[in-house]
T-cell receptor, first 115, second 111 residues
Framework: AQSVTQLGSHVSVSEGALVLLRCNYS??????LFWYVQYPNQGLQLLLK??????LVKGINGFEAEFKKSETSFHLTKPSAHMSDAAEYFC?????????????FGTGTQLKVEL | DGGITQSPKYLFRKEGQNVTLSCEQN?????MYWYRQDPGQGLRLIYY???????QKGDIAEGYSVSREKKESFPLTVTSAQKNPTAFYLC??????????FGQGTRLTVV
């Protein structure tokens, strides 16, 4: 089975500071990994995805993530936080055994950006 | 524009009542999913369908039912057997690398 763990259910940063949201995965096979963002009362929007090509993946809104197999991590970063980045962020891993392409999600990290 | 449409955005259910949430996609995706979202619990898979006329239970299927008669449509029925249905429900479909495209969600409240 696939699983992801997001460390820290709430993260607070100052505007202009580095954003780091942590995600560790468990997978018995090479995974596909994803980061999504969710604004209140809306669906999830794909930020970026890792599909076994480059280990450093760039996404929308200035976010990027690095796949580190040795650490089983896929942390999300952004050099300079903006107020509009305040939202909930979900890491997800693709299951490859049964269930076709179903995704398993982490429990989410709420990002707060302060002035 | 291609995408996933969920309706209604807000839904109220009385005790003992069945309600159906609509999900339609025009992305030509084969696979579709229903997730339930509760605060602090992330997304939990209710049902999924990889092809028309076929679907499988997810992790929390009890008290829910689905159908997949058309490729574009995957409605979810919340039955009276679901004892705690108040939640935010999200429908999704998956593309070539299994990235999920989501609808805007339906917030269901028991009154």
């Amino acid at each position: 089975a696939q699983s992801v763990t997001q460390l820290g259910s709430h993260v607070s940063v100052s505007e202009g500071a580095l954003v780091l949201l942590r995600c560790n995965y468990s997978s018995s096979v090479p995974p596909y990994l994803f980061w999504y963002v969710q604004y209140p009362n809306q669906g999830l929007q794909l930020l970026l995805k890792y599909t076994s090509a480059a280990t450093l993946v760039k996404g929308i809104n200035g976010f990027e993530a690095e796949f580190k197999k040795s650490e089983t991590s896929f942390h999300l970063t952004k050099p300079s936080a903006h107020m509009s980045d305040a939202a909930e962020y979900f890491c997800a891993v693709r299951g490859t055994t049964g269930g076709g392409n179903k995704l398993t999600f982490g429990t989410g990290t709420q990002l707060k950006v302060e002035l | 524009d291609g995408g996933i449409t969920q309706s209604p955005k807000y839904l109220f259910r009385k005790e003992g009542q069945n309600v159906t949430l609509s999900c339609e996609q025009n992305l030509n995706h084969d696979a579709m999913y229903w997730y339930r979202q509760d605060p602090g619990q992330g997304l939990r898979l209710i049902y999924y369908s990889q092809i028309v006329n076929d679907f499988q239970k997810g992790d929390i299927a009890e008290g829910y039912s689905v159908s997949r008669e058309k490729k574009e449509s995957f409605p979810l029925t919340v039955t009276s057997a679901q004892k705690n249905p108040t939640a935010f429900y999200l429908c999704a479909s998956t593309g070539a690398f299994a990235e999920a495209f989501f609808g805007q969600g339906t917030r269901l409240t028991v009154v």
